[in-house]
């Protein structure tokens, strides 16, 4: 009789073109909103206070950017990337329309592209993923590449197609998943920091300071909670023997962590707009502690929009070095200790 398991997806199971319809839809509840923050512990004020999202225009707190990414994400695990050796990065990223508690998201991938790798073992696989909403709006799209293993070695290579994607995304794609703001009710003791989006120029470093170190429960715990079944995150038994030893850390871990750390020098970004890239640099295990800081790389105004501007950030993610020196790129590659490098768009009150 045919198993009746599911061994995943293997490289060669995607061809450019494939539409992927997936498991298993999710109502969005207080109790995620809450062990999300118990795992990162983000204080951004909109998103922590029904209260505070009031005063200034909003229905109430929409749940957290971050949270929404890896909900739709975790739906894409089991059939893009349970064979996966890494995620590797992210592009394209648009936030289109706020969620709250109460609402099911839903996930779809459609594949981009496929390159082999020449070791012959593995390939890359490009996929665009939406998130959509119990009304079929679309909340969250984006584009991301991962590495596959095969399932015969020997197997063909199939022809190699890389997608064409943007380096960015423009400001005037950016704002729709923030309603219009108050801007004279937004309180900026209660926020946590009195900077606004005109306090900042573009050139600038921010060192976040603080640190977390990661635990192995945790990160264990923060997959299951956006139901990511990926194999390196939870069997020691068959990691103990692989590359590394040990379990992989789910690489958007790293990016809420640093998210959560950046709120200490941009505490008043409190909508992710969109993420225009994103690359995993090395991995984090159990043990390792995250410093991060954050450039200033462009501002901008928001067609249509005089409540908020736009800051693209490039925040950078540390394990086991504090980022006084600001590492990061380096003349080939990167600074050792350089984990994450995600650069993204926040918006922030004028």
Same mark, same amino acid.
């Given at each position: 009789?045919?198993?009746?398991?599911?061994?995943?997806?293997?490289?060669?199971?995607?061809?450019?073109?494939?539409?992927?319809?997936?498991?298993?839809?999710?109502?969005?509840?207080?109790?995620?909103?809450?062990?999300?923050?118990?795992?990162?512990?983000?204080?951004?004020?909109?998103?922590?206070?029904?209260?505070?999202?009031?005063?200034?225009?909003?229905?109430?707190?929409?749940?957290?950017?971050?949270?929404?990414?890896?909900?739709?994400?975790?739906?894409?695990?089991?059939?893009?990337?349970?064979?996966?050796?890494?995620?590797?990065?992210?592009?394209?990223? &648009?936030?289109?329309?706020?969620?709250?508690?109460?609402?099911?998201?839903?996930?779809?991938?459609?594949?981009?592209?496929?390159?082999?790798?020449?070791?012959?073992?593995?390939?890359?696989?490009?996929?665009?993923?939406?998130?959509?909403?119990? &009304?079929?709006?679309?909340?969250?799209?984006?584009? &991301?590449?991962?590495?596959?293993?095969?399932?015969?070695?020997?197997?063909?290579?199939?022809?190699?197609? $890389?997608?064409?994607?943007?380096?960015?995304?423009?400001?005037?794609?950016?704002?729709?998943?923030?309603?219009?703001?108050?801007?004279?009710?937004?309180?900026?003791?209660?926020?946590?920091?009195?900077?606004?989006?005109?306090?900042?120029?573009?050139?600038?470093?921010?060192?976040? $300071?603080?640190?977390?170190?990661?635990?192995?429960?945790?990160?264990?715990?923060?997959?299951?909670?956006?139901?990511?079944?990926?194999?390196?995150?939870?069997?020691?038994?068959?990691?103990?023997?692989? &590359?590394?030893?040990?379990?992989?850390?789910?690489?958007?871990?790293?990016?809420?962590?640093?998210?959560?750390?950046?709120?200490?020098?941009?505490?008043?970004?409190?909508?992710?707009?969109?993420?225009?890239?994103?690359?995993?640099?090395?991995?984090?295990?159990?043990?390792?502690?995250?410093?991060?800081?954050?450039?200033?790389?462009?501002?901008?105004?928001?067609?249509?929009?005089?409540?908020?501007?736009?800051?693209?950030?490039?925040?950078?993610?540390?394990?086991?070095?504090?980022?006084?020196?600001?590492?990061?790129?380096?003349?080939?590659?990167?600074?050792?200790?350089? $984990?994450?490098?995600?650069?993204?768009?926040?918006?922030?009150?004028?």
């Amino acid at each position: 009789m045919a198993t009746k398991t599911n061994p995943g997806n293997f490289f060669e199971d995607f061809h450019p073109g494939q539409i992927i319809r997936h498991a298993t839809p999710r109502t969005v509840t207080a109790g995620d909103v809450a062990l999300y923050t118990s795992l990162y512990g983000p204080r951004f004020a909109v998103q922590s206070s029904d209260a505070f999202a009031q005063a200034i225009g909003l229905d109430r707190s929409p749940v957290d950017d971050m949270l929404v990414f890896h909900i739709v994400f975790g739906k894409t695990v089991a059939d893009i990337s349970l064979n996966a050796v890494a995620n590797l990065g992210y592009a394209d990223c &648009r936030f289109l329309k706020p969620v709250f508690t109460g609402d099911t998201l839903s996930s779809t991938s459609t594949v981009l592209g496929v390159k082999q790798n020449s070791n012959g073992k593995t390939g890359v696989v490009y996929v665009r993923s939406t998130g959509t909403n119990q &009304r079929g709006e679309t909340v969250l799209d984006y584009v &991301r590449w991962v590495m596959v293993r095969k399932s015969d070695p020997a197997s063909a290579a199939p022809d190699a197609v $890389v997608p064409d994607l943007p380096e960015s995304v423009a400001p005037e794609n950016l704002g729709d998943a923030l309603p219009r703001i108050t801007g004279s009710a937004y309180d900026r003791v209660l926020a946590g920091s009195g900077h606004l989006w005109g306090d900042y120029e573009v050139g600038e470093k921010i060192d976040h $300071v603080d640190a977390m170190t990661i635990e192995e429960a945790e990160h264990m715990m923060a997959a299951r909670l956006y139901q990511n079944t990926a194999k390196v995150h939870f069997n020691q038994h068959t990691e103990g023997q692989g &590359r590394f030893g040990r379990r992989l850390i789910y690489g958007g871990h790293i990016i809420s962590l640093a998210r959560a750390l950046s709120f200490n020098g941009l505490g008043n970004g409190f909508h992710v707009a969109a993420i225009n890239a994103g690359r995993h640099v090395a991995p984090c295990f159990a043990g390792d502690t995250v410093y991060a800081w954050s450039a200033i790389s462009d501002k901008a105004d928001v067609p249509g929009r005089d409540d908020v501007g736009a800051l693209r950030v490039v925040t950078t993610a540390v394990k086991d070095l504090d980022c006084s020196g600001f590492p990061g790129r380096a003349e080939a590659g990167f600074d050792d200790g350089v $984990v994450l490098e995600l650069d993204y768009w926040v918006l922030m009150p004028k």
